[in-house]
């Protein structure tokens, strides 16, 4: 019998880990809209959101060993944290600033993930200072003997700031185990790419710092998980970085605070909306019977029921006590 | 014990510290052949280029990869050639350096070091010359330390590396070779935070750190010969976190207070001596409370003529305490 691992296109996964692949993108997205929704009534100052770009990140983070492999993520990564092991749950708990919010206890805003456990490395708003986290975390990999790899995530915008360009230059010298995931959706806020670089594909960038630079339809999860599977495999034989620049559209304003029809048509948004990587990834899974359409509607169903509970979960839970405000300035002595 | 000088005290602790835990490791532009200071001198030769790294001319990524390090188990130790090359690394030392731990609520830290030659009056012009402290002193989640000893610069520098929380270890650079003192070759650490009382006395408390102290302890013996006024003279060493009830307790007894630093004076370090005197010992006031700093020219012009307009010396702090204590 043929399976489903043997159909071109499928990077040898299974029928489950498909199945899987589309629950975490349907995850990711569901998780945005829920998240945005609370904004609008008015049950969290501020949401940032990635839909559109869940092949991107779920692509990436699904090549990785979560725990073990390290993720620097932005602001739109809802697909690599919930990939990763991060849960609705989570997000939601950060997005309404709860004591209990594993990512900064009602200190930093939503959408800025972090686990000590899964590796996922607390981030800032300034864009791309992560990247030379990554560069810092891989060379200790590299210092201690440790087969990890590093894979850190910005946007089209981000990829102008000096820090990433800094960053790939030193990972190129030490051919440190670095993966650069640049989500290009095309316009950083109201800025077109044709704005911000002089080049069409920024992966071109990678060969100036001396290692592969790759662009890969990032709507495709398949071609994305395909790409960031032999960079990961670059990366832990020692081979040293890889550049994936993963063109995409964000689907939905910048932040809850953003209004995107000032800077481009509904027309455009609704022609992308039609190539976005879930519809797309759904007819694929149809097409090459891993799913039906009930199937796909089960599925959906159980993520909708995930995220219900874990909204009224978030809901209920407390905020921090104010008596804390002061604390973990410092490291506190035992 | 050897009288050493603080260039040879600072490349101690370094390679004590190195030797002490396989964790530690330093990395910078040129340390790898020494550095222009030559304070990391004979590491490579010792620990090998991966424990004595020389990183690509970028400072914003020589801070930012001793971060991802220090997350990831090590204990970097950074060295940024000049002080005044240290601005393109200001956002990776306050946004992430200093918050990080703040703002993952205690679950991730950065126990990084940076050091770096801070200070003027060695000609070296605008752009080796400058006093960085205020800016970072102003930053809750670092600790700023400014040496201008041997015997300091090699205790506070183990203690930095030492620290859990991110640290700017500042030498000023005209102390480097400027003086020998003793410094034990044994194992010793001074605590982060604590002022030295370099001198006790019991007319005016002058509050100082850095190279200042050295040229305030001048005037100070010059005034008292002269005029028989007695200073008390206060090296905070730490800026951040900085000793309050050590300046204090002095001034509560000397009722007079001088605070004297080679920064410019609007904005700097002193100015928040000067607050917290005004706000907490006021009642035991006699005087002033009064600073001496550089004017608000950038720091320091290159002619030693100019600089040396500029830049407090021993004579005019004891101008300044003669000033006060006639008050």
Redesign the interface.
Known sequence: MVSVSDVPGAQGLSENQLRELYYEMFLARSVGERARMLSRMGKGPFAVTGEGHEAAQVGTAYAMTPGKD?ALTYYRDLGVALTLGMTPRDLLLAHLARAE????????MPS?F?S?DLHI??G???VS?Q???????????K??GLD?V?VVYFGDGGASV??VH??M??AG?HKLAVIFVCENNQYAISVPASKQAAVTDLSIRAQGYGFPGVTVDGNDVLAVYSVAKEAVGRARNGDGPTFIEAKTYRLVPHTSDDDDSRYRSREEVAEWAKKGPLVRFAAWLEENGVVSKDEIGETEAKAMAEIDAATEYAEAAPAPDPATAM??????EE | MAEKTMVEAVRDALSDEMRRDERV?VLGEDVGGGGVFRATEGLRDEFGE??CMD??L?E??I????????????L?VAEIQFADFIH?AF??IV??AA???????????CPITVRTPYGAGVHGGPYHSQSIEAFYAHV??L?VICVASPYDAKGLLKSAIRD??PVMFLEHKKAYRLFREEVPDEDYTIPIGVAATKREGDGMTLVTYGLMTRYSLEAAEEVRGDDGISVEVIDLRTVSPWDKDCVLESVRKTGKALIVYEDNISGGFGAEVAATIAQEAFDFLDGPVTRIASPDVPLAPYSGVLEEQILPNPQKIAAGIRKLAAY
């Not at chain 1, 919010?101 to 930093?108: A, H, K, L, P, Q």
């Not at chain 1, 604390?327 to 506190?332: A, G, L, P, Q, S």
């Not at chain 2, 918050?99 to 830290?109: F, K, M, Q, V």
Request: negative net charge; glycine residues 10%; aromatic residues 6%.
């Open positions: 390290w919010s594993i990512e900064s206890g009602g200190r930093n800025h972090s000590v490395v607390s800032s708003a300034p200072t990247v030379p986290h990554a560069v810092g975390i891989a060379l200790a990999s210092l201690r990890e590093a000096g820090d800094e960053s230059n030193f010298v604390r973990h300035v410092f490291v506190e | 490791f991966d424990r990183t690509p970028a914003a990524t801070v930012g990869a001793s971060i991802g390090a220090s997350i990831n188990g090590l970097p393109p956002d990776q946004s992430e918050r990080l731990h703040y703002r993952s609520n205690g679950a991730w830290s809750p989640g600790k859990p929380n």
